[in-house]
């Protein structure tokens, strides 16, 4: 079949030039863009990457119109139903689901790497009690880069290998000593016996003093979390981990990187943000009148947990986990929940309002599992934590697809310069 050319032509008589449609298994064409400035001596200007591919990937697949999420072509709605977080993560790692063994192999090396250094517990004690848990993060995981030299030869693949194992295992590990710094809690050591999920709850929420249970509803709630957050295709932090990765960066450094990204209340920032704007309104009766602040342009309130660059149609994760919080409601006899309600009739009253239904404005991931790790005890400033903590699987396995794409490069974007044109310096005593 003859290639399919994609033609550009210019208004000012210049001659016209052809470039390459590429086409993936599913999802929109491309328009192989690469040659245009070595041919037109012009770039692409598209700020927000609003049509921008900037990478092929074979790992997770977004419809946003029909409200499609799939990893490895499996929907996540199979996945969050009837698996485990840590079958997800090698489904997402690997291409391809594990077999029991495999899965038992996975299970065990990750189970092996959840302790951290020893002395990375008093790096901790550097910071102030009430840092934001993401601002720990940022550092913590920065520093793993200082605590395991062994592994950060990214030419290595098997370096490359022990990096993720070592990051996915520790977040859990991590994070918790986050939490437990923070309310001046001892460090809970990890439990091999534990499940991955478990684990980090035992973590967060055990203590020496006492024999802690894990509660089986509870656990696939949050089980379920880590799953609809693992992966999310070239969002603004796998977009960074990829942009740090492409200078040769450790994979330490360009997780960190990650999380600083995912911090933003544009993205991971908004499950702790919806918490906050559900605080603030306290009551349903004052919706109608935070609704009028959102809609005014002067007043720049956002309906956070509502909008997405990529679906304009409801967050398929949204569905999942509207329904996880009226299990978990329903278990810890929380039905009458005043935030649970507060959202529900938030939620109502945007989806029937013309502002909302007219620019595509739905609810995503982001809208209810804040409600979901409240009625967890999880407090609010981890929230956007557990989400680098499920992250971090994907994170890793879109850094990792970069070196085996050979059209892989440094990522070096060009810009369109507006600035003043070359003047000639003046000496400070004849500046006006
Ligand atoms: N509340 C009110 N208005 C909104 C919202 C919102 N949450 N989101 C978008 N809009 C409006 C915009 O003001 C714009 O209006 P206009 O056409 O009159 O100018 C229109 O909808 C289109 O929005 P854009 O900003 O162009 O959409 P973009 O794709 O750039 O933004 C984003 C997506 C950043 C997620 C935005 O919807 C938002 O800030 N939402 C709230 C924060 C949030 O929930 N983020 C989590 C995203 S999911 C995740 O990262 C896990």
């Not at 993060?137 to 993720?164: E, M």
């Not at 295709?233 to 492409?246: D, I």
């Amino acid at each position: 079949m003859a290639e399919k050319l994609a033609t550009l032509s210019f208004s000012d008589g210049k001659p016209s030039v052809d470039f390459p449609v590429l086409g993936g298994t599913m999802g929109p064409e491309v328009i192989d863009v690469r040659a245009l400035y070595a041919k037109t001596g012009m770039f692409t200007y598209d700020p927000g990457y609003l049509s921008t591919a900037s990478t092929r990937s074979k790992i997770t697949y977004i419809d946003g119109d029909e409200g499609i999420l799939l990893y490895r072509g499996y929907p996540i709605e199979q996945l969050a139903e009837r698996c485990s977080f840590l079958e997800v993560a090698y489904l997402i790692l690997n291409g391809e689901l594990p077999n029991k063994q495999q899965l038992e192999q996975f299970v065990d090396i990750v189970v092996h790497h959840t302790m951290v250094h020893e002395q990375l517990s008093r790096f901790y004690s550097g910071f102030r009690r009430d840092a934001h848990p993401m601002a720990v993060l940022c550092g913590v995981i920065g520093a793993l880069s200082a605590f395991y030299h062994d592994s950060i030869d990214i030419n290595d693949p098997r370096s490359r290998d022990i990096s993720a194992f070592r990051l996915i295992a520790k977040l859990p590990t991590i994070t918790a000593m986050t939490y437990k710094y923070n309310v001046g809690q001892p460090f809970m050591y990890p439990k091999n016996s534990l499940s991955y999920v478990e684990n980090f709850l035992y973590m967060t929420f055990g203590t020496p003093c006492e024999e802690w249970k894990p509660n089986p509803v509870l656990t696939r709630a949050m089980e379920r979390i880590l799953i609809l957050h693992a992966d999310h295709e070239q969002n603004a932090s796998t977009s960074t981990v990829r942009l740090a990765g492409s200078t040769g960066a450790n994979p330490f450094a360009c997780i960190a990187a990650g999380v600083a990204s995912l911090w933003g209340p544009a993205h991971g920032g908004a499950n702790e943000a919806v918490l906050k704007m559900l605080d603030q309104i306290g009551d349903a009766k004052h919706i109608p009148e935070f609704i009028k602040r959102v809609k005014d342009r002067e007043d720049h309130s956002m309906l956070m947990g509502f909008g997405h660059r990529v679906y304009k149609n409801y967050d398929p994760r949204a569905r999942i986990i509207q329904k996880t919080c009226h299990e978990v409601l329903e278990e810890l006899d929380l039905k009458d929940d005043k935030l649970f309600k507060l959202a529900m009739a938030l939620e109502k009253v945007a989806l029937e309002d013309d502002y909302f239904i007219k620019r595509k404005l739905y609810p995503n991931v982001d809208f209810y599992s804040g409600v979901v790790y409240k009625a967890l005890g999880i407090p609010v400033p981890l929230f956007t934590a557990i989400f680098a903590l499920a992250r971090t699987v994907g994170w890793i396995a879109q850094w990792n697809e970069m070196f085996s794409d050979p059209d892989s490069k440094l990522n070096r974007p060009r810009q369109l310069f507006t600035g003043p044109t070359t003047r000639d310096f003046v000496p400070v005593e004849k500046r006006k």
